[in-house]
């Protein structure tokens, strides 16, 4: 991508930027066509940098507006009579139906808090103890032999197993693997795959007859997500099965992706600093200072669907009601208007607030349990059980995605 993207820097360039409007409902800069949806996938920090330098910027191939910059994210985000989680043609509601992510206000609130019981602070740490239980067979399975991809036999069915635990369905974590891969790809199918909305759709089926089965006989376990949700009465009226259905594949997506994808981040920038981890060895102190690194640096969900509601200038862009915007989590927190150093991991950097996990009301309704999986059960015990640990040079780190991003192969040995 070239610099001078903003507009008015020539006339064509405007009248571009007006014919567009239309279909952009804004007038901006925009990459004209320059960012492919496979140079994201590899590396899309190198494009977040040029669009933090453009500001709110129309990606062709994407067909929404990016919001890079740390302090348009947070106006966004914050900022409930301008902008809307409800995005017409969602691809997240058209894959998994009508659920909290897409929805704002009381809508929002009664979805949301009809889960949030199982994953408030206290609950999940009583859930500590099977959380290590879990990790410690999984290190089992594989310390003896000295090298492992830990991302397929650690991150992947440690992830799996703590979100069946917690969900309360009979599942096994490869049918969990598998039903995330499915719900995500068709929540990032911004190329309009009819493959990967095949593959979607029949997913979705398999996971509400699992649900139906768990809500069946002597119902789901106590203290359960699916218990929680069955149970709640909001505004006077209990969930729906459907909005049960959908709240299920919400937790299916997120609650196993971004554990999964922090432990194998965190584990891969420690072995690329060994001086940190001598220092986080030697004070385990420093272990959530690690996770919260780790996220900043590679966000594991990058980028949320909003709509401007009215008209409104954000940057130097003017956008119309009804724009659509990608609001980026993963290049705020790599701007250098906000982070001194930010391509940097440094475990060390004074603490300051980041956006991995959202802002706003729609802040993660996961965050204590993936804060309990990575920082307090899984990097300590990999760490502590596999001495000498260390990467694989012979197989490279091969980190992938940009909705969603983390290692997919992290081979290490000791």
Same mark, same amino acid.
């Given at each position: 991508?070239?610099?001078?993207?903003?507009?008015?820097?020539?006339?064509?360039?405007?009248?571009?930027? %007006?014919?567009?409007?239309?279909?952009?409902?804004?007038?901006?800069?925009?990459?004209?066509?320059?960012?492919?949806?496979?140079?994201?996938?590899?590396?899309?920090?190198?494009?977040? %940098?040029?669009?933090?330098?453009?500001?709110?910027?129309?990606?062709?191939?994407?067909?929404?507006?990016?919001?890079?910059?740390?302090?348009?994210?947070?106006?966004?985000?914050?900022?409930?009579?301008?902008?809307?989680?409800?995005?017409?043609?969602?691809?997240?509601?058209?894959?998994?139906?009508?659920?909290?992510?897409?929805?704002?206000?009381?809508?929002?609130?009664?979805?949301?808090?009809?889960?949030?019981?199982?994953?408030?602070?206290?609950?999940?740490?009583?859930?500590?103890?099977?959380?290590?239980?879990?990790?410690?067979?999984?290190?089992?399975?594989?310390?003896?032999?000295?090298?492992?991809?830990?991302?397929?036999?650690?991150?992947?069915?440690?992830?799996?197993?703590?979100?069946?635990?917690?969900?309360?369905?009979?599942?096994?974590?490869?049918?969990?693997?598998?039903?995330?891969?499915?719900?995500?790809?068709? @929540?990032?199918?911004?190329?309009?795959?009819?493959?990967?909305?095949?593959?979607?759709?029949?997913?979705?089926?398999?996971?509400?007859?699992?649900?139906?089965?768990?809500?069946?006989?002597?119902?789901?376990?106590?203290?359960?997500?699916?218990?929680?949700?069955?149970?709640?009465?909001?505004?006077?009226?209990?969930?729906?099965?459907?909005?049960?259905?959908?709240?299920?594949?919400?937790?299916?997506?997120?609650?196993?992706?971004?554990?999964?994808?922090?432990?194998?981040?965190?584990?891969?920038?420690?072995?690329?600093?060994?001086?940190?981890?001598?220092?986080?060895?030697?004070?385990?102190?420093?272990?959530?200072?690690?996770?919260?690194?780790?996220? %900043?640096?590679? @966000?594991?969900?990058?980028?949320?669907?909003?709509?401007?509601?009215?008209?409104?200038?954000?940057?130097?862009?003017?956008?119309?009601?009804?724009?659509?915007?990608?609001?980026?989590?993963?290049?705020?927190?790599?701007?250098?208007?906000?982070?001194?150093?930010?391509?940097?991991?440094?475990?060390?950097?004074?603490?300051?607030?980041?956006?991995?996990?959202?802002?706003?009301?729609?802040?993660?309704?996961?965050?204590?349990?993936?804060?309990?999986?990575?920082?307090?059960?899984?990097?300590?015990?990999?760490?502590?059980?596999?001495?000498?640990?260390?990467?694989?040079?012979?197989?490279?780190?091969?980190?992938?995605?940009?909705?969603?991003?983390?290692?997919?192969?992290?081979?290490?040995?000791?």
């Amino acid at each position: 991508m070239e610099p001078d993207m903003g507009h008015g820097k020539s006339s064509a360039v405007a009248t571009a930027a %007006r014919a567009g409007a239309a279909v952009r409902r804004g007038v901006g800069p925009t990459d004209d066509g320059r960012i492919s949806l496979e140079s994201l996938v590899a590396d899309p920090y190198p494009h977040y %940098r040029e669009l933090r330098d453009a500001g709110v910027v129309w990606v062709e191939a994407l067909e929404r507006w990016m919001v890079t910059r740390w302090d348009d994210v947070g106006a966004v985000e914050v900022a409930r009579e301008a902008f809307s989680a409800t995005e017409p043609d969602s691809l997240l509601t058209r894959t998994i139906g009508h659920q909290m992510l897409r929805e704002d206000g009381e809508a929002h609130k009664r979805l949301r808090s009809a889960a949030a019981g199982p994953l408030q602070r206290p609950a999940i740490e009583a859930r500590e103890p099977v959380l290590r239980r879990i990790a410690e067979e999984l290190i089992d399975g594989f310390v003896d032999r000295g090298c492992v991809d830990l991302i397929a036999e650690f991150a992947v069915p440690f992830a799996a197993r703590c979100l069946i635990e917690v969900l309360g369905v009979d599942a096994s974590p490869r049918d969990i693997a598998r039903w995330s891969t499915a719900i995500m790809n068709g @929540a990032g199918n911004y190329a309009d795959d009819p493959a990967v909305w095949s593959a979607s759709l029949a997913t979705v089926a398999e996971i509400d007859a699992v649900v139906d089965a768990a809500l069946s006989g002597g119902g789901p376990p106590p203290g359960s997500i699916i218990a929680a949700m069955a149970a709640k009465e909001g505004q006077g009226r209990a969930l729906s099965r459907e909005e049960i259905y959908a709240n299920t594949k919400v937790m299916v997506g997120g609650g196993y992706n971004e554990p999964r994808d922090a432990v194998g981040t965190a584990v891969m920038y420690l072995l690329s600093h060994p001086d940190q981890l001598a220092d986080v060895l030697a004070d385990p102190s420093l272990w959530p200072r690690v996770v919260e690194e780790a996220v %900043r640096m590679v @966000a594991p969900i990058g980028v949320v669907p909003r709509v401007a509601k009215r008209p409104i200038r954000l940057a130097d862009t003017d956008l119309e009601p009804g724009a659509r915007l990608l609001v980026n989590f993963a290049a705020a927190n790599r701007d250098e208007r906000q982070w001194e150093r930010p391509d940097d991991f440094d475990v060390h950097r004074p603490k300051a607030r980041n956006v991995a996990f959202g802002v706003g009301h729609h802040f993660c309704l996961g965050v204590w349990m993936a804060r309990l999986q990575v920082g307090a059960v899984s990097l300590p015990a990999l760490f502590d059980r596999l001495p000498g640990l260390q990467l694989d040079l012979d197989r490279p780190p091969v980190v992938r995605g940009w909705v969603f991003r983390g290692p997919t192969e992290l081979w290490v040995r000791w």
